[in-house]
């Protein structure tokens, strides 16, 4: 079930406003692997519809998660709300007072799209990394496509 959400110049907004996001999914974990390390499990997860699947190394740590949870994940290009890009500030550092998409969501990572591959019939598969935590994710070109992008943000929340 994907669902989009509206974006309103602040004030201050320099540049016309745009959706920073580029895919927001709600999905189900569907196995939580803790084996290999003591702080990071490999989750997999399926939208409702079946359509995406995903496998994601999380920090258990700081964003515990189990079997069954469905977790609200969104991709976006920038934190910004008004979907300006970063302007080298970091982004701890928010765009005003309207605060930024990592105020809306438990956990939060910015990553890099290092690969594209073609899928079975209409999917293709992306890989992100996290500084070393990875995402693999599969599914309809037409919703995964605005990837193409070189870097990210992971945003969840339950």
């Keep these: 079930m ?3 959400t509206s974006v309103t110049p602040g004030p201050h907004s320099s540049a016309p406003a745009s ?6 999914e709600h999905l189900t974990v ?3 692997n803790a084996q290999k390390y003591d702080r ?7 939208t409702v519809a079946l359509d995406i699947s995903l496998t994601l190394d999380v920090n258990t740590t700081l964003y515990p998660i189990a079997v069954g949870d469905v977790v609200s994940l969104v991709l976006a290009s920038t934190l910004n709300l008004d ?4 302007d080298g500030r970091g982004w701890r550092q928010t765009s005003g007072a309207g605060g930024s998409l990592a105020d809306m ?3 939060v990572a910015h990553g890099k799209v290092y690969r594209f591959e073609e899928g079975e019939g209409e999917d293709i598969k992306v890989y992100v990394s996290f500084g070393g935590l990875l ?3 599969v599914g309809p070109y037409k919703k995964l496509t605005p990837l193409r992008i ?8 339950k």
């Design 2 to 4: 994907a669902t989009s």
């Design 19 to 24: 959706d920073p996001t580029l895919l927001t």
């Design 30 to 32: 569907t196995s939580v």
């Design 40 to 46: 990071v499990s490999r989750i997999a997860a399926s």
């Design 83 to 86: 979907g300006t890009k970063e």
């Design 105 to 107: 969501y438990d956990y």
């Design 135 to 137: 995402l693999y994710i």
């Design 150 to 157: 070189d870097y990210v943000y992971l945003l969840l929340k």
